[in-house]
């Protein structure tokens, strides 16, 4: 299974960004769908995830209300609609995809991480 992030970009705090992820080689609706981010320096932390049905999302404090997760399993595909945007959600983020928790090493397929860049 393959996983490839895209959509990153450098925006300006308020903005709105959308992230994709495609994934290959796969049964896609067999697992949950997460999104996690990496900042210079620090570790892996988790942003929000969707279950395999797409029924069931939860997120990080930190961008409850901002941030949604959504699948798409007829076409593969996943997203992270990022709206009011900080400049502390300044990363690389990552889709990854496996058991649906808060845990980096729950996940067992990842994609290589897209770069947002947030301004003040």
């Known amino acids: 299974v393959q996983l490839q992030a895209s959509g990153g970009g450098l925006v300006q705090a308020g903005d709105s960004l959308s992230l994709s992820c495609v994934v290959s080689?796969?049964?896609?609706?067999?697992?949950?769908m997460a999104w996690f981010r990496q900042a210079p320096g620090k570790e892996r932390k988790f942003v929000g995830t969707?279950?395999?049905?797409?029924?069931?999302?939860y997120y990080a404090d930190s961008v409850k209300g901002r941030f949604t997760v959504s699948r798409d399993n007829a076409k593969n595909t996943g997203s992270l609609q990022m709206n009011d945007l900080k400049p502390e959600d300044t990363a690389i983020y990552y889709c990854?995809?496996?058991?649906?928790?808060?845990?980096?090493?729950?996940?067992?397929?990842w994609g290589q991480g897209t770069q947002v860049t947030v301004s003040s």
């Open positions: 969707i279950a395999w049905n797409g029924t069931r999302a």
């Open positions: 080689g796969g049964t896609f609706n067999t697992y949950a």
């Open positions: 990854a995809g496996g058991e649906g928790t808060m845990r980096p090493e729950d996940y067992d397929y």
